[in-house]
Every structure is written in structure tokens, then in C-alpha cells.
């Protein structure tokens, strides 16, 4: 699979319009060597438009230089993201089902529009004959449940250019007649009446109940992270794991409005098998910065470690995809769309029950300090992190004092995961090495970094609770 950053702007034009010339915008200093090419595309959605209604585009098309299979998703911000797979099979590939089953769950995939379009691309060139962007004029006949349309409009892709070229041209387009696409894309706009009618009831009226947005925040960042978690990538893996411990938290901290249920259980099954996948990097990442930080003598230790930890990834990661396309996790996020999606959610005061997991937090936190118990101080962190996510989740109606506040509670709980990272490392030095002299320096290394993180936690603990910190409670 071939995965591409597109970053592309689209304008509707009049039949009449012409290309203006676009010599000077910028840094376009050629416009030559156009090419005509006649595209045939079939997209493929659920009946009701999931995909197109999660922002994301399934295609197979014919013509030009890509044909074949592409998916396209939300991007970075900038752009979107595209998979394209070559190919001409009927029916969608499974590399790309995959890539959406956390949307489409269980709904068959099939055509829901046909786009055919007539497309000149003219490339346009800086002085040294390097393509900035592409510029399409097309021309599209869309059918669709018996309905047809056409129109003109205008594509203009970047390609090794800078954005700024892009506000160029666009400024030419403008001054030439053209005007932003109607849609985000010919399919959104061949299928308006039907995403429309999808789309009805989806909303919430009025304002959203907080606790209601932040878990549907959660659930919407699961879904997100989905695919890249599917392909290991350790920040993928993080953010959807993240966003699995903040929902089952705002669950516990919410559980009489939310109901009992093992849901949570099975939260706990999600954030562990992506945790077998990132809790390895992590500690490769920490291991091998102490390896290399001791002196080329500790050459076999650092081999021994990479492929210890690089076992472990592995495994997790092939227990991560067998999980993501099992019937229990599609059956989870089933049932936190029924929890979250509800209308209404009544719920205490969030700020009064953040406030009381706080202060829970305190007392189990200054007992474990007391104790020097290491699973006190363990539990103490996760009753700090349930806390953070609670003051999180007031976070935008009460503005820089709950900011203030979760910044300093991040502080102290990354300075108690300080104190657990080097727990579970000194573990690991000690299973790969209990006889040997160099994992030996390395375990006493590793209990020193233990001593430092955990001798920081008292001044943490201080710095959030103090009032100006903690002023909304």
C-alpha cells in the first residue's frame, strides 16, 4: 500500500471559464506540458454514508496516472491523507476494509456514486523546471441512484511547491471567476441530498452535557487512531490507548449517571493490548538511551535488550491486529456509541466531582509517600491520572485555572510514572541479566534514576495544590 500526504484546494468555476495566466503567482515561472486524461471513478460507502459522513472517501478509479483502489482520511490539518492500492478487483480490498472497520463495523460496503470526469492537468513549474503544484480543470458527470449532475471546477494539488504558492494562484482563480468548491469533494457534492438526509437527527441540540462531550471526544479519538494503531506506529498506538484510559475513567468517575456495566472491563482489554504494544517501545526507547549513555562495552548488553523488547513489540503488535479485527472490539465500540450518543446524561456537578477525586487522590498519594510501598505509590499515580482526566473534562468552560490545574497534576503524575518506568526497567534489566556484570551496572543505574524521580514527587505534589492552582476547588 502506497500512502500519500494530499494538500489540494478546489473551486467551482462557470462553463465558460478559462485558465488565467498564472505566470508570476508566486513562484510559477512555467505553465507547460498539459495532460488530458479521462477518469472513471465508483465510490463506496455503507447505505447510510458512514464513511462520507466520518469525512473519509473509498474509490476505485480508471484513467490517469493512479489508477486503482484509494482511500482518503482526515490528515494532519494541512492535507489528507491517501491510501492507494493498485488493482482491479470488484469488490473493496481488505487492506483497506481495515482501515475503516472501526467506522463501517459491520455495514457492507458497496457503489453509492459514479463519477466520470474529463480532466486537463497543466503543471505549473518554477525557474529551475521543478512542478510546484498541478492545476485540473475537470469536468464531472456524477450519477447516483438514478440521479445525474454536472459541473465544472478547478483542482489545484500541491506537489513540491510551498503552501504559499497555493494563495497565489488561488488569488488569480478569484480574480478570474472562480469560487470555492461547494463541497469537500466531487462525491460530497454529487451525494449533498442523500448525506444530508444521512446526516438528519445526527446533531445535538443545544448545549452538550460536558461529561457527554469529553466521552465522545474519546470515542471519536479511538476511532481516529485506529489505523495507524493497526500498523504499530507508536504514536498511533499511544493516542488511541490514551483515549481508551480517559473514557474508562470518565466512566468510573461518572458511574451512577453512566450505569454499572463491565464496559469498563472491556476498556481495560483495549488499553492492554495496545499497552503490550507500547509499553515495549517506550522501554526500548528509555533502555537503549541507558546503553549507549554506559560506553561501547555495553555493546552485547544493548543487543540483548533490542532484541528482548523488539520480541515483545512484535508480539504485541500481532496480538493488536487480531484484536482490532475481532468481533469483541467491534462489539465495544457498538456499546460506547449507545453510551455516548444518548441525548442527555445527568450528571453531578463535574467541578464538585473532580474536586472529590482530587482530594481522594491526595490522601492515597501522601499514605503511599508515608509507606514507601511501591504499589501504594503505583496506585497513587493512577489516582492522580483519574483526577487529571476528571479536571480535563471541565476544562473548556472554566479556562485558565483548570488548564493551570491539569498542567500541574500532568507534572506530578509524569513524575510518579518517572518512579514506575524505572521499576519496570530495573525488572527487565534483571530478567535479561541477573548474572552478568554489566546488566548489573545497569539495574544499579536504573535504581538510581528510581531514587532521583521519586525523591522530585513531594515538590510536585506541592507545586499542585497550591492555591493559585487549585483556586476553582
Not at 84 to 95: I, K, Q, T, W
Not at 250 to 273: H, P, Q
Not at 279 to 304: N, W, Y
Not at 429 to 444: I, K, M, Q, T
Amino acid at each position: 500500500m502506497e500512502i500519500a500526504t494530499e494538500t489540494e484546494r478546489k473551486y467551482d468555476v462557470p462553463e465558460t471559464f478559462e485558465l488565467p495566466d498564472l505566470i508570476g503567482a508566486g513562484e510559477v515561472a512555467g505553465v507547460d506540458g498539459a495532460e488530458t486524461h479521462d477518469l472513471d471513478a465508483t465510490y463506496f460507502d455503507t447505505d447510510d454514508l458512514l464513511l462520507m459522513r466520518n469525512r473519509r472517501t473509498l474509490r476505485k478509479r480508471g484513467g490517469g496516472h493512479d489508477a486503482g483502489w484509494h482511500l482518503k482520511t482526515p490528515g494532519d490539518g494541512s492535507g489528507r491523507t491517501e491510501h492507494r492500492l493498485n488493482g482491479d478487483s470488484e469488490s473493496v480490498p481488505e487492506e483497506l476494509t481495515r482501515l475503516v472497520r472501526a467506522i463501517v463495523r459491520r455495514h457492507p460496503l458497496g457503489p453509492v456514486a459514479r463519477l466520470r470526469t474529463h480532466r486537463v492537468e497543466t503543471p505549473l513549474r518554477d525557474a529551475d523546471g521543478r512542478t510546484l503544484a498541478l492545476v485540473a480543470q475537470d469536468q464531472v458527470r456524477a450519477e447516483s441512484d438514478g440521479d445525474e449532475s454536472a459541473w465544472q471546477e478547478i483542482e489545484v494539488e500541491l506537489v513540491d511547491g510551498d503552501p504559499a504558492v497555493l494563495d497565489a494562484v488561488e488569488r488569480r482563480l478569484f480574480d478570474a471567476g472562480a469560487r470555492p468548491a461547494q463541497g469537500p469533494s466531487k462525491v460530497s457534492r454529487a451525494l449533498a441530498g442523500r448525506l444530508a438526509e444521512a446526516s438528519r437527527g445526527k446533531k445535538t441540540k443545544g448545549r452538550i452535557n460536558p461529561v457527554l462531550r469529553y466521552a465522545r471526544e474519546q470515542r471519536d479519538a479511538i476511532i481516529e487512531h485506529d489505523p495507524g494503531a493497526r500498523r504499530g506506529e507508536p504514536r498511533s498506538v499511544h493516542q488511541m490507548r490514551v483515549a481508551t484510559r480517559r473514557l474508562r475513567s470518565t466512566l468510573k468517575t461518572y458511574r451512577r449517571s453512566f450505569g454499572e456495566s463491565d464496559l469498563r472491563d472491556e476498556l481495560r482489554w483495549l488499553a492492554g493490548v495496545l499497552g503490550a504494544v507500547r509499553d515495549p517501545q517506550v522501554l526500548e526507547e528509555k533502555l537503549l538511551a541507558l546503553v549507549e549513555a554506559a560506553g561501547p562495552e555495553f555493546a552485547a548488553a544493548e543487543q540483548r535488550v533490542r532484541a528482548h523488547l523488539e520480541h515483545r513489540i512484535e508480539t504485541g503488535r500481532t496480538e493488536l491486529a487480531e484484536a482490532l479485527d475481532s468481533d469483541r472490539y467491534l462489539d465495544l465500540l457498538d456499546r460506547v456509541d449507545e453510551l455516548v450518543d444518548r441525548d442527555r446524561l445527568d450528571t453531578p456537578d463535574p467541578v464538585k466531582r473532580a474536586r472529590k477525586v482530587l482530594a481522594k487522590a491526595d490522601v492515597r498519594l501522601d499514605a503511599a509517600l508515608a509507606s514507601g510501598v511501591e504499589e501504594d505509590i503505583h496506585e497513587s499515580r493512577k489516582g492522580f491520572k483519574q483526577a487529571r482526566y476528571a479536571v480535563e473534562l471541565i476544562a473548556p468552560d472554566h479556562g485558565k485555572p483548570a488548564k493551570e490545574l491539569v498542567k500541574a497534576l500532568t507534572g506530578l503524575q509524569d513524575g510518579l510514572g518517572a518512579y514506575q518506568d524505572s521499576n519496570v526497567a530495573r525488572s527487565v534489566l534483571r530478567e535479561l541479566g541477573a548474572d552478568s556484570f554489566h546488566f548489573g551496572v545497569l539495574y544499579g543505574r536504573q535504581e538510581q534514576v528510581g531514587r532521583e524521580a521519586l525523591a522530585e514527587v513531594p515538590k510536585l505534589a506541592r507545586w499542585a495544590r497550591r492555591r493559585k492552582v487549585r483556586r476553582l476547588f
